[in-house]
């Protein structure tokens, strides 16, 4: 690490971003997977637990209405899409590692809180700040996680974590199954008890991420070389890991990004990428949240399933999402980003299709939903994750947190507010047409990103993220 003298500007040479993609698989990683993968499984677990007492809330003291309980569920995507954009400015201006404890804070107490909520308006706010500390960890943990693991590993990883959503979603739903179990515990105590999970599950993560790092390409981009350097040394001897001898070196002359960068890096310099980006987030967003936050719904609704037993028709859900990224996670890196990312969209697409025309004309039982479902969901996890991944890799370091927190938001405004609300009105209706027409809006959705994807998607695996998209401040 040297600096070449400059009373104004000094530049910075490094092979810090060299040596962390070249290293082995190892207990660092591992322990960044457990320490800031832990977001998704509190997302799963939220989401999961919010469908699964939905039947619950309305003849519990709170006499939420089916619109009510879908307008919670878009106030909680309403505050992650808030999170999102704060926590990203504010992990791209003070650190990854900051932001760690301050929306793992936030959540904790918000879902704490949802617990006391005593009308419908208390519950909608808990749910919004709830929310936005879950959005704030999507955008400082995912542009963590792209910065520390090596590149080669960079796609299966990225997909498997945020398919631990899943694992969160099964939690929630045995959860749920448990503390609403007919006798066990009055209604009105269970799901109360339900939201003391992800409060519980958390504290223990807090302690975890004391063992974590700054990000090194962070630092460099601050001019804090020599602090990035030691914290690869630390962790090259944690490996016992040797430095390559022919590792490429960048140069850097640091600087802080300003909202215009984000502007010109969005716009000018990578549109194709921003199209992208915007196409995919929307797509899932409406796809997921518009059918997974009113699924217990539509149990009860069409299929009477009582409001106690909906947790067991969500594990089979679960364990087909999470499976999914987990099995084709290793193709997003050895075939390539493009062509499993259009293929996960398109077939998503058509099979929920299908399962819109199934459920319309009455030829699935409880069982079969679910079924559907998970066949579904198996490639849809997958084409989900892929979109945190396609817009975490796609722009320059200094502004990446920014970045997807500003494609989330917009992703999930467009797509994935409006949804659950639709959907909760569809299913007030007490008809099959008008969901089975919102399941094929989905669809449409899906199969439209797909062929973007294709034609625009940039091709991504085994790449440094240097060389996908140029810092900023990277000096000649």
Same mark, same amino acid.
């Given at each position: 690490?040297?600096?070449?003298?400059?009373?104004?500007?000094?530049?910075?040479?490094?092979?810090?971003?060299?040596?962390?993609?070249?290293?082995?698989?190892?207990?660092?990683?591992?322990?960044?997977?457990?320490?800031?993968?832990?977001?998704?499984?509190?997302?799963?677990?939220?989401?999961?637990?919010?469908?699964?007492?939905?039947?619950?809330?309305?003849?519990?003291?709170?006499?939420?209405?089916?619109?009510?309980?879908?307008?919670?569920?878009?106030?909680?995507?309403?505050?992650?899409?808030?999170?999102?954009?704060?926590?990203?400015?504010?992990?791209?201006?003070?650190?990854?590692?900051?932001?760690?404890?301050?929306?793992?804070?936030?959540?904790?107490?918000?879902?704490?809180?949802?617990?006391?909520?005593?009308?419908?308006?208390?519950?909608?706010?808990?749910?919004?700040?709830?929310?936005?500390?879950?959005?704030?960890?999507?955008?400082?943990?995912?542009?963590?996680?792209?910065?520390?693991?090596?590149?080669?590993?960079?796609?299966?990883?990225?997909?498997?974590?945020?398919?631990?959503?899943?694992?969160? %979603? @099964? *939690?929630?739903? +045995? !959860?749920? =199954?448990? &503390?609403?179990? /007919?006798?066990? #515990?009055?209604?009105?105590?269970?799901?109360?008890?339900?939201?003391?999970?992800?409060?519980?599950?958390?504290?223990?993560?807090?302690?975890?991420?004391?063992?974590?790092?700054?990000?090194?390409?962070?630092?460099?981009?601050?001019?804090?070389?020599?602090?990035?350097?030691?914290?690869?040394?630390?962790?090259?001897?944690?490996?016992?890991?040797?430095?390559?001898?022919?590792?490429?070196?960048?140069?850097?002359?640091?600087?802080?990004?300003?909202?215009?960068?984000?502007?010109?890096?969005?716009?000018?310099?990578?549109?194709?990428?921003?199209?992208?980006?915007?196409?995919?987030?929307?797509?899932?967003?409406?796809?997921?949240?518009?059918?997974?936050?009113?699924?217990?719904?539509?149990?009860?609704?069409?299929?009477?399933?009582?409001?106690?037993?909906?947790?067991?028709?969500?594990?089979?859900? %679960? @364990? *087909?999402?999470? +499976? !999914?990224? =987990?099995? &084709?996670?290793? /193709?997003?890196? #050895?075939?390539?980003?493009?062509?499993?990312?259009?293929?996960?969209?398109?077939?998503?697409?058509?099979?929920?299709?299908?399962?819109?025309?199934?459920?319309?004309?009455?030829?699935?039982?409880?069982?079969?939903?679910?079924?559907?479902?998970?066949?579904?969901?198996?490639?849809?996890?997958?084409?989900?994750?892929?979109?945190?991944?396609?817009?975490?890799?796609?722009?320059?370091?200094?502004?990446?947190?920014?970045?997807?927190?500003?494609?989330?938001?917009?992703?999930?405004?467009?797509?994935?507010?409006?949804?659950?609300?639709?959907?909760?009105?569809?299913?007030?209706?007490?008809?099959?047409?008008?969901?089975?027409?919102?399941?094929?809006?989905?669809?449409?959705?899906?199969?439209?990103?797909?062929?973007?994807?294709?034609?625009?998607?940039?091709?991504?695996?085994?790449?440094?993220?240097?060389?996908?998209?140029?810092? +900023?401040?990277?000096?000649?």
């Amino acid at each position: 690490m040297r600096a070449e003298p400059s009373a104004a500007d000094p530049i910075i040479e490094t092979d810090v971003p060299a040596r962390l993609d070249a290293l082995g698989w190892g207990r660092f990683h591992t322990l960044v997977i457990a320490a800031l993968g832990i977001t998704w499984i509190l997302d799963g677990l939220e989401v999961t637990l919010a469908g699964s007492i939905g039947a619950t809330l309305q003849t519990s003291s709170l006499h939420l209405s089916e619109s009510q309980i879908g307008l919670s569920a878009s106030c909680y995507l309403a505050g992650a899409v808030l999170g999102a954009l704060i926590f990203g400015w504010l992990a791209d201006r003070f650190g990854r590692k900051r932001l760690f404890y301050a929306t793992l804070g936030l959540y904790l107490a918000a879902t704490a809180a949802t617990a006391f909520s005593f009308d419908a308006a208390s519950f909608a706010f808990f749910r919004f700040l709830t929310g936005a500390g879950i959005g704030g960890e999507y955008t400082a943990i995912n542009s963590a996680i792209q910065e520390l693991i090596p590149a080669r590993y960079r796609g299966r990883t990225d997909l498997a974590v945020n398919g631990s959503f899943w694992l969160g %979603a @099964a *939690g929630g739903a +045995l !959860g749920a =199954l448990i &503390l609403l179990q /007919a006798g066990l #515990l009055p209604p009105d105590l269970g799901w109360r008890l339900a939201f003391g999970i992800g409060a519980v599950l958390g504290l223990g993560i807090l302690f975890l991420r004391r063992y974590l790092p700054e990000s090194p390409r962070w630092l460099l981009t601050h001019g804090r070389a020599d602090e990035a350097d030691r914290v690869l040394l630390a962790i090259e001897r944690s490996m016992r890991a040797i430095p390559p001898p022919d590792r490429a070196r960048l140069r850097l002359r640091p600087h802080s990004a300003r909202l215009t960068d984000v502007a010109k890096s969005l716009v000018r310099d990578y549109p194709q990428r921003t199209t992208v980006g915007l196409a995919l987030m929307a797509a899932q967003a409406f796809f997921y949240n518009a059918i997974f936050f009113t699924y217990a719904l539509v149990l009860a609704r069409f299929f009477d399933v009582p409001a106690d037993r909906t947790g067991l028709y969500i594990l089979p859900f %679960a @364990a *087909g999402n999470f +499976l !999914g990224p =987990l099995v &084709l996670g290793r /193709a997003f890196d #050895l075939i390539g980003r493009r062509v499993m990312i259009a293929s996960t969209y398109a077939i998503s697409g058509v099979l929920l299709a299908i399962t819109a025309l199934l459920f319309v004309n009455g030829m699935l039982t409880a069982a079969g939903q679910t079924i559907a479902w998970t066949v579904v969901f198996f490639f849809a996890s997958a084409a989900a994750s892929s979109a945190y991944l396609t817009v975490s890799e796609s722009f320059p370091l200094e502004i990446r947190a920014l970045a997807i927190a500003l494609f989330y938001a917009v992703g999930t405004g467009l797509g994935g507010i409006a949804g659950p609300w639709l959907f909760g009105t569809l299913i007030g209706t007490g008809a099959r047409e008008p969901i089975a027409i919102g399941y094929g809006v989905g669809a449409a959705l899906m199969i439209i990103a797909a062929v973007i994807e294709a034609k625009l998607g940039p091709d991504a695996e085994r790449k440094a993220l240097e060389d996908l998209a140029p810092p +900023l401040s990277r000096a000649a």
